[in-house]
């Protein structure tokens, strides 16, 4: 490629990246950041005209793609619309007419070039790493050379933008780590959605090209990132096929390789309330470490579930402190050295529910929203049911039983419809980690409490922290038994299908499916249970299936039911 052609290519993937910011700027009604930045943009796009024209000859060979007068056209479209404060038309002229009109461009180039590995960029960014990262730098430039990963299931392709994204093999499946079209647009989105301005530190996990790092740094120039990556391989290709010299230029960027994720481990021990730890997710999928790996997908599923869910939070927990009729700390005499049985909805609690009828004095029955109708219909009315989810479909958990007697546990935050509607007492749960429930605990001198992400463990912390004598779980299978999801006459019954599954072992000791979700609330009680400061209560699964809970005791809701 001539000098010429790589300056259009290049000037192309500038005015792409620049255009997605204006259109995002403008639809946000960011209108200084929209129009400072579509000026630049505009100012590109004359510099790149001159070399677009000497090189029309070239670009039409098969198709006249380049017209004078439809560029210029194009141009004065925009500048006519930034002049009148147009802003809708010109956002759409951006997307509608010059985005598509320079892939096209970038699709040509790519289509007549034959693009090489640029080992003089590669070099270059090896010495910048060196300068900033002495170690590191040393350790790339010390590797066989990228080309030669093509062969280790690695491999680089050009996207629409002009840019490189990395796709990776697993086990004959490619996956990548970008977009295959406007990668900085997916970055700028991306970073968008990480950055907050109460966070001034920030660790990521997985590098792939660095697109989304660059990304997340040019929104704030003041923020710390720390970038871990555990694949030598990634870092390489990143250096050699993405130019990431204005990161490691960065005195506030660090990439640092971490094979066995010690350090990683470190920093997120570490965290504040001024850090953030963010995944990137298409990265942990080349996570080879099964433990780890885990871990991590654990993580992401709690943190997405709460970032994503936040203003239906806010909303419910809004309204629940209007409509409640006390908080659960003022039950702590009612549960005190009683025998508490958390009934569940997993798929073995039909095995021996109806053994609750058996029950003595000083027990508690506290059922979990999705096993309430069923406990009723079949004659047993437990002493409270517990509602912790925030979606408004699970009120079909309640409806028709608004009139029911039996005092409700819920969640601040849980679905604002169970306390409008419910005619019962409503005794409120604040919860930790969620920022209104903490503040509003501390303004009115009311205890808060773990949650663990589900019903169930949010039943547990209640048990433990309400000083229960026994703690006794029926229908916790945290697992398929028998390939069913839930208790007949609760939720969906059949497992549809055991893709994506995990495996653990059951409390017969063979191995049965479970979800990551379940998996994640089963090592929760694990380590709630073995917490120092839980002592003296008796914890039993009398669950007759499921998963192996270590800590707890499995026992037959027979004997737990005359063994005092």
């Known amino acids: 490629m001539n000098d010429i052609l790589k300056n259009i290519y290049q000037k192309n993937i500038s005015i792409i990246s620049l255009s997605d910011k204006i259109i995002h700027f403008f639809r946000t009604q960011n209108f200084d950041a929209a129009l400072r930045t579509s000026t630049i943009t505009i100012n590109e796009i004359s510099d790149l005209l001159k070399p677009l024209f000497s090189s029309k000859s070239y670009i039409n060979e098969n198709s006249e793609f380049v017209d004078d007068q439809s560029i210029m056209n194009m141009l004065r479209s925009l500048l006519d619309a930034q002049e009148k404060n147009d802003f809708i038309l010109l956002a759409d002229l951006y997307e509608i007419q010059l985005i598509p009109y320079l892939i096209h461009l970038q699709e040509i180039i790519m289509a007549k070039e034959e693009f090489v590995f640029d080992e003089e960029r590669y070099q270059s960014n090896l010495i910048t790493l060196k300068e900033s990262q002495p170690q590191l730098g040393a350790y790339l430039s010390s590797l066989p050379s990228p080309l030669t990963l093509f062969d280790q299931g690695y491999s680089i392709e050009y996207t629409s933008c002009g840019l490189m994204t990395l796709a990776l093999d697993d086990n004959g499946r490619k996956y990548y780590m970008h977009t295959n079209n406007r990668i900085q647009n997916e970055a700028f989105t991306l970073a968008n959605s990480w950055y907050s301005y109460e966070k001034t530190e920030y660790i990521i996990y997985g590098l792939g090209l660095g697109y989304h790092v660059g990304a997340l740094s040019e929104i704030d120039n003041n923020i710390n990132i720390e970038v871990y990556e555990s694949d030598i391989n990634i870092i ?291 380590n709630r249970i073995i917490d120092k400061e839980v002592i003296g209560i008796d914890f039993i699964n009398a669950t007759e299936g499921g998963a192996l809970i270590s800590g707890m005791r499995i026992l037959q809701l027979e004997k737990v039911i005359h063994q005092k």
């Open 236 to 526: 390489q290709l990143a250096f050699a096929f993405s130019d990431l010299i204005y990161i490691v230029q960065k005195p506030n960027i660090k990439i640092i390789y971490d094979p066995d994720y010690t350090e990683l481990m470190k920093s997120i021990n570490n965290i504040t309330e001024i850090s953030e730890f963010i995944l990137h997710y298409p990265s942990l999928r080349n996570i080879k470490n099964i433990d780890i790996k885990e871990n991590l997908e654990n993580y992401f599923i709690q943190y997405s579930s709460i970032k994503n869910q936040l203003s239906l939070l806010n909303g419910n927990f809004n309204a629940n402190i209007l409509n409640n009729d006390g908080v659960i700390d003022e039950l702590k005499n009612d549960f005190e050295d009683k025998d508490l049985y958390i009934i569940a909805a997993g798929p073995s609690l039909d095995k021996n529910f109806m053994q609750l009828k058996e029950l003595g004095e000083n027990t508690i029955i506290l059922a979990t929203g999705t096993v309430f109708r069923k406990l009723l219909n079949a004659g047993i009315t437990p002493d409270y049911v517990i509602v912790t989810d925030p979606n408004p479909r699970v009120y079909r958990q309640i409806a028709g039983l608004e009139d029911c007697d039996v005092p409700m546990l819920f969640l601040a935050t849980a679905f604002k419809g169970y306390t409008k509607n419910y005619k019962g007492k409503r005794y409120m749960i604040l919860q930790e980690d969620f920022n209104k429930a903490e503040k509003y605990a501390e303004q009115k001198g009311f205890s808060v409490y773990k949650t663990g992400g589900s019903v169930s463990t949010t039943a547990l912390e209640l048990g433990i922290r309400l000083c229960c004598k026994r703690i006794i779980f029926l229908g916790l299978d945290l697992a398929f038994t028998d390939n069913f999801v839930h208790a007949q006459g609760t939720s969906r019954r059949e497992l549809a299908s055991s893709e994506g599954l995990r495996k653990v072992k059951d409390i017969h000791g063979n191995m049965v499916y479970t979800s990551r979700n379940l998996d994640i609330y089963r090592k929760w009680i694990e």
